[in-house]
């Protein structure tokens, strides 16, 4: 079968070449998927740059947590799923349920991920996508529909009617929570570099936007919107270097959900500006099963579907990667399979 693999020590997109594998064979209790469809997030960047934790990749790796398809074989002792049902991968497979445990083991890295033509995974960590969703939709829920879904919904206090969310960004994770945050009955502000993406997130229900670009100290741009009062909810993928901003937005008893590191590692993360609002920081390492089985019923109940802002050939992966790389995009870049 055709996979793509990021070589060994990989530090650039010159490490990411397809080839071949021998086609895989389920064990007991493992499904044979036939992919149909991947996407990309901002951490497969980081593992091919060899910037991800742990730095170069150490064997040839398969790239891409995300990935949809169909199950063409299962192995002995299958019992949740039946050839031709259509499935996703669980981003940390064996996290079933319950609080996260110490071990946590996601594909693209260390395991190998979805960019192949066919994939083998335990039946304990695929779940069913959306019936109302095509395969690239459906790759696009493992990684950053669930880190949302985790971000808003299940930690600390879950967004309610008429809170206030702040979501940084346009790309998978903040379109995400927008949408789940509007079909919850929040505000959404919403912050871009791009005036044109801030008026595609008003058109999907986004209520004010903040161009950072032209508004550095956008925390004090919250504050105004908000009467002074700030955010009962801030999607943090900025890291320390937005933490500072986001201690002042986030409103006397507020949350933040803690996610990525896009405005690099460092900077004032003193935590007083948060301890004086009596206010929380949670930090969000994407989610289990069950957390992606509840996101499931909502999207189908509420037919929400994922923002998919370009579809690439897998012959033509290295450009979807490039894409990704060039920020131009809005919610998620797929490559069908």
Not at 276 to 283: C, Q, T, Y
Request: charged share 20%; glycine share 12%; hydrophobic share 45%.
């Amino acid at each position: 079968m055709r996979v793509y693999e990021i070589a060994k020590g990989s530090t650039s997109l010159e490490g990411l070449r397809q080839t071949e594998r021998p086609d895989p064979q389920p064990g007991a209790h493992e499904v044979l998927i036939r992919v149909r469809a991947t996407s990309l997030n901002f951490r497969d960047q980081a593992i091919i740059l060899g910037r991800y934790f742990g730095g170069p990749v150490s064997r040839n790796l398969i790239p891409l947590s995300d990935g949809a398809g169909e199950v063409v074989s299962t192995g002995p002792g299958v019992t949740r799923f039946k050839v031709g049902d259509r499935v996703a991968g669980i981003f940390f497979q064996g996290w079933i349920h319950g609080p996260q445990p110490g071990w946590l083991t996601a594909l693209g890295n260390p395991l190998d991920g979805m960019l192949a033509e066919c994939v083998v995974l335990p039946e304990e960590s695929v779940i069913a996508i959306p019936r109302h969703l095509s395969y690239e939709e459906g790759a696009a829920l493992p990684c950053a529909g669930v880190t949302a879904w985790n971000a808003l919904m299940v930690a600390g206090n879950p967004v309610r009617a008429g809170d206030t969310v702040l979501c940084m960004g346009t790309g998978g994770v903040s379109i995400f929570a927008l949408q789940f945050a509007k079909t919850a009955g929040a505000r959404v502000i919403i912050t871009s570099s791009s005036d044109e993406k801030i008026e595609r997130a008003r058109a999907m229900g986004a209520a004010e936007g903040i161009n950072y670009a032209l508004t550095p100290e956008w925390e004090k741009e919250v504050l105004r919107l908000t009467d002074g009062r700030g955010v009962d909810h801030i999607v943090e993928v900025g890291g320390a270097g937005s933490l500072a901003r986001s201690f002042q937005a986030v409103a006397p008893s507020g949350k933040i959900a803690l996610i990525g590191v896009l405005a690099g590692m460092t900077g004032d993360t003193g935590p007083h500006p948060l301890m004086m609002k009596g206010s929380s920081m949670h930090g969000i390492a994407v989610g289990n099963r069950s957390m992606f089985e509840q996101m499931n019923r909502a999207l189908e109940t509420n037919q929400i579907r994922p923002v998919v802002d370009k579809v690439f050939p897998f012959e033509e992966a290295a450009a979807a990667f490039r894409y990704q790389a060039s920020g131009e995009f809005m919610g998620k870049v797929v490559v069908a399979v």
